[in-house]
């Protein structure tokens, strides 16, 4: 499985490096869904798992000569990400931990294999006035088939309580089965795909969820396009984290009321009660027990009252208070650029030392601890800027701006919520990908 999984590697990248636009895009996201982040065959952050995949892209710029200060410039969002850039290049400067050449080199790292991934939907569409034809929107649907190769072996990893991929690079039960929970429990095996972890395999079914959810309902390939739907909702729920499935919901809602109007998102919400309510006479027992499980936890989290989903061996919602309350006083001893990045994994995790922080999730604890308030302003400058772009262009170019917007109401909750490691590459991309469709103003998405 090892050799498959590098070879499959190896392939994608190689094709990211060789190709330009939409057949770039295709190899990118083709690798992200199949390849575990954590394959690698040398010790350095640059060839690691995804980051393989963001270096090669980078790669591939520089040589098909589209790395120019004319093709950035052309962008509005560049000053926004130069601004990100910069930050993470000072906070890796100031850490003292480890001297200015290896902080800014991690800060480099750090941004190609987050921020920077969003050029790589950005400049999969190079052209002015293109026609339909000429931009491809059917990368999408040219992904079908590796979006059913990575949901059905979900949905077999859910039966036989096993993922084989994660086995081969050394992850065996490490994220996905909660071995002092008791057999029958919802999060007991959460499924991941071939992703190292459930909350961001959530993430990358919910963004093609609402890609794919925004197409034309007329379009050629419409049955694989609904069975595509089905079986991402499906892996969305089988993730098991509330961290995912609960940003999922709020981007769907937010898609529902911006692109279908209110009196249509209220149908539905009810159909889809209605599917949901025959799926528990006609499903197995098994199957409906999850369900009333899943959803008591979602309620728990939302009731004033809740715990957490800590009777799910969930997190506590006082803990995760606990923990963003503890990352900001980290964050008064370096308000500006932090204590550095890993700052968490090599100083605090080691010997446990701050317990009150010890399993951290949310992009604001890190914020607190390692980036500092700098970063955070760069990020959040960026974040309103594509907001506000999206909807200034929802009357010329409604169905795109809705996605993007919806995208961004649901990416937002994940990252104070989950676990961001690795979320970036299938989010950002995507994020590009929109913008661009927008900027060049081709009409309807897919």
Known sequence: MLVILIVIWLFCGIQICRKTGIDRFFYFYMGILLVPATVRLLPTSF?????????????????????????????????????????????????????PFVGVSRGITNFLGTYFLFYVGWFSLREKNMTLREADYSVFYKLIPVILIVTIYGLVTAVIKVNPAL?????????????????????????????????????????????????????????????????????????????????????????????????????????ASFVVLIGFFILPSGFSEYINQLIASIVDVLSPQGTGGAAYGGSNLEAREIQIATAFQFLKERPLFGHGFAYFGEVLSQGESHPALLGMESYLCFIGVEYGLIYFVSVLIFLLSLTCFFGRNRQTNKVYSDLGLSLICMFIPYLVFAWVGGCWFFILPVLGYVARLIYLNTGNLL
């Not at 790395?67 to 850490?95: M, R």
Request: aromatic fraction near 18%.
């Open 167 to 271: 086995d081969a690079v050394g992850l065996a039960g490490r994220f996905f089965e909660e071995e002092m929970l008791a057999e029958g429990n919802y999060r007991a095996f959460r499924v991941t795909g071939f992703t190292v972890s459930s909350s961001v395999y959530g993430l990358a079914c919910s963004v093609l969820f609402l890609v794919f959810l925004s197409t034309r309902k007329n379009v050629k390939g419409d049955l694989a396009r609904k069975l595509v739907l089905f079986l991402l909702f499906v892996n969305v729920l089988l993730s098991a984290t509330r961290a995912a499935i609960i940003p999922f919901f709020v981007g769907l809602f937010v898609f529902l009321l911006l692109d279908r109007g209110t009196m249509a998102m209220f149908r539905s919400v009810l159909v």
């Open 47 to 99: 060839l690691v798992g995804h980051m393989f995949f963001a270096t090669t892209f980078f790669l591939s710029m520089i040589l098909h000569e589209e790395f120019t200060v004319q093709n950035f410039l052309e962008c509005p969002f560049s000053k926004a990400l130069f601004f990100v850039f910069l930050s993470c290049l000072l906070i890796g400067f100031f850490d003292s931990r480890v001297g």
